[in-house]
């Protein structure tokens, strides 16, 4: 089970919002260089990475903090990017620039094309964001709800090769009342892409519940607010999963 430590760029600063939620941001870290050296001195394997201005923006807007992390850790920590990715050309500099996978969220439910001319440029690096809300597609930073169901749409991406789908319940991210891991799994168990876990990790429960489960196609979970407010210490948390996943 591969934990992802988050650190979500809003004005070049590392923070955490609720619901996707701007203005309801709390900084957690002046320079997210030091935040990304306080989580791969801490055991992380990979990173994830949210252009928070970007995804509103749809375009890149923390272009030098990203390049910064990823001069720093690119060569020896994966790094996976969303937010504001909405062409090849973005893609193709951010990949250039070391980026090992980039998150396209919004754009491959509004512009499938685009999603399927990603995978085939580049293959293997490809990651699509599913947020939902009563299993229903969100986008547009979460601001609305559609009529595909995720199930729905997470099959129509199978013959693409997308590399993973990160699923997010927006209704609890940021909000520390733990994954949703019923429907985590009914997703996973649906599609033969790997998933990844998203929004409302709360503490070491949730990470036995998800290593529970791990044998359905849920690959790893995104942690967010529970490891910089403390309520999930990310080492013992990394520790933990390995073990279970040996056992």
């Given at each position: 089970m591969l934990l992802i430590p988050a650190i979500d760029l809003k004005d070049g600063h590392c923070v955490r919002l609720k619901q996707g939620d701007m203005d309801q941001s709390t900084t957690f870290g002046e320079d997210p260089v030091e935040v990304a050296r306080r989580w791969y001195d801490a055991g992380a394997r990979r990173l994830h990475l949210v252009d928070l201005n970007g995804a509103f923006a749809g375009q890149p807007k923390n272009l030098n903090v990203i390049k910064a992390i990823l001069k720093e850790f690119g060569e020896e920590l994966p790094v996976q990017?969303?937010?504001g990715i909405r062409d090849l050309d973005t893609i193709e500099r951010y990949i250039d620039a070391g980026m090992q996978y980039v998150i396209i969220g919004t754009a491959a439910i509004k512009n499938p094309g685009f999603l399927?001319?990603?995978?085939?440029?580049?293959?293997?690096?490809?990651?699509?964001?599913?947020?939902?809300?009563?299993?229903?597609?969100?986008?547009?930073?979460?601001?609305?709800?559609?009529?595909?169901?995720?199930?729905?749409?997470?099959?129509?991406?199978?013959?693409?090769?997308?590399?993973?789908?990160?699923?997010?319940?927006?209704?609890?991210?940021?909000m520390l009342t733990g994954i949703n891991v019923d429907a985590t799994v009914?997703?996973?168990q649906a599609i033969r892409i790997p998933v990844i876990a998203s929004g409302g990790l709360s503490g070491m429960a949730d990470i036995e519940a998800l290593c529970a489960v791990e044998s359905e196609g849920v690959e790893g979970v995104i942690c967010g607010r529970a490891i910089y407010t403390g309520d999930l210490d990310f080492e013992a948390a990394q520790e933990r999963a390995d073990e279970l996943s040996e056992g």
């Open positions: 990017l969303g937010g399927q001319d990603a995978c085939t440029a580049f293959a293997g690096h490809i990651i699509v964001g599913l947020d939902a809300k009563d299993g229903m597609v969100a986008t547009d930073g979460w601001s609305k709800i559609t009529n595909h169901s995720v199930i729905d749409t997470a099959k129509r991406f199978e013959d693409w090769g997308v590399e993973s789908i990160i699923y997010t319940d927006i209704g609890r991210d940021g009914k997703l996973a």
